[in-house]
């Protein structure tokens, strides 16, 4: 009883280590250069490395998602699988107590995006986990995301149901390639800051919207 017990206790404190382990990081985006980076930055693409506005990102309603921002820098790179993977940490939210929460929420249920490229890193299929649980799958939906140009510093992002997807074309990039950007289902990230340096025009926008601070739960 007492194994049971110690057991069920040992369970919780790990569900709920998140809320203690990854704290809420003011961070404001006129100094987006000078934020931490780790060590693994190192291993992600050039042209799919830096701190991403997601611009035109909405949720299901229609209203703007909380989540206003990916750094992949945070994000890392398993080159024999073409896989990067984007924790908790490598998401920015917008500086407000909901979108806190949601973050929170999130980081309890162990949430991480994972790419999966294609052999010329132009394109990749999205998957999201939680509880190391893919959950598009269970869902019947399919997400990409693939580059606009060389550089990576605009993206392209979709979500289809299964059955439009199927008829949109068999892999990522075809897909992306069929979907115009009046599909409802598309929004188009573009990046704030690279190796180029901060690109002014996003970092405009993504303040005029957001406001100067964003927040990450990182370690």
Known sequence: MKLAVACFFLFCAWLASPL???PARYLELDSMSSWDVPATARDVPTTWKGVYYMSGNVQPDGSPSPLVGMDTRF????????????????MLWAAEADAIQTARKLAVA???????FTDDLKSAE?????????????LG???DIGKTGGNGAELKRC???RSAADRAGSSALKRLQ?????????????RAYGDGGVAAGVLKRMTRTWGSTVVRLAL
């Open 178 to 190: 069929s979907a115009g950007w009046s599909n409802r289902g598309c929004y188009s990230p573009r």
């Open 126 to 138: 999205l998957r999201a986990y939680v509880f190391g649980v893919s959950i598009l799958d269970r």
């Open 20 to 22: 203690y382990l990854y």
């Open 110 to 116: 162990r949430f991480h995006y994972d790419f999966h």
């Open 75 to 90: 994000c890392t790179y398993q080159a024999s699988r073409r896989c990067m993977r984007c924790p908790m940490s490598s």
């Open 159 to 161: 979500s289809w149901t």
């Open 141 to 143: 939906l399919v997400w």
